[in-house]
């Protein structure tokens, strides 16, 4: 997956590039592994110098996935789907809070 923001681009796994892609306000970059974008509250993309937002600093711009977080109430969801040659995907997610 790779981004551009005002002709400068950037993708996972770059750790000085001038797009940074934050995960729940975390720069995600080589050491850092990729986690399953499902159950995102929202996305944001910033366009042009950032300065040292969350501690980093960018001069493309910065994606930001925020995930949704948890809730009151007793939720979750669920859905399962398959195809041909044995394909099989499942996605499902729970909102507990103790």
């Known amino acids: 997956m790779a981004y551009a923001i005002r002709g400068q681009s950037a993708g996972f796994g770059s750790s000085a590039a001038p797009v940074i892609i934050y995960f729940a306000e ?3 970059t080589n050491d850092t592994a990729i986690v ?6 929202n996305v944001q993309v910033l366009a042009g110098p950032q300065g040292t937002l969350f501690g980093r600093s960018s001069t493309g711009g910065a ?6 977080r948890p809730g009151r109430d007793l939720s979750g969801y669920g859905s399962a789907s398959s195809g041909n040659l044995g394909y099989v995907d ?3 997610a729970l909102n507990v809070r103790s």
């Not at 399953?36 to 509250?41: A, K, S, T």
């Not at 994606?63 to 949704?68: H, T, W, Y």
């Open 26 to 28: 975390v720069p995600v």
């Open 36 to 41: 399953p974008f499902f159950d995102l509250q």
């Open 63 to 68: 994606v930001l996935f925020e995930p949704r």
């Open 90 to 92: 499942a996605e499902a």
